[in-house]
Nanobody, 118 residues
Framework: QVQLVESGGGLVQAGGSLRLSCAAS????????MGWHRQAPGKQRELVAIITSGGTTNYADSVKGRFTISRDNAKNTVYLQMNSLKPEDTAVYYC????????????WGQGTQVTVSS
């Protein structure tokens, strides 16, 4: 029932931009904190950015000033605008939905590949 579907990944040259989207269904989207994580080959999955249900954002130090997370509750969609991309940003990017409280959950999408060439 619950689905998080990422889109917008692809191949881009260093210095370029991409915008990732994550469309959610089967959850009360407005109650969810939404995040983006990434996983490069041979590495652990790491947090990239998060936006709370109240709109507060936080970013990994490695992407501050370059990436922006946003949400559109009317569309049940969270975005990650990625600018000034670097080869080290190459990874599979995953969408995450979390709710804390009486009915908690933690859901993940299947991921979208981002490849930054030098």
């Amino acid at each position: 029932q619950v689905q998080l579907v990422e889109s917008g990944g692809g191949l881009v040259q260093a210095g370029g931009s991409l915008r990732l989207s994550c469309a959610a269904s089967g959850i009360t989207f407005s109650f969810s904190a939404m995040g983006w994580h990434r996983q490069a080959p041979g590495k652990q999955r790491e947090l990239v950015a998060i936006i709370t249900s109240g709109g507060t954002t936080n970013y990994a130090d490695s992407v501050k000033g370059r990436f922006t997370i946003s949400r559109d509750n009317a569309k049940n969609t969270v975005y990650l605008q990625m600018n000034s991309l670097k080869p080290e940003d190459t990874a599979v990017y995953y969408c995450n939905a979390v709710r804390h409280g009486l009915a908690p959950y933690d859901y993940w999408g299947q991921g979208t590949q981002v490849t930054v060439s030098s």
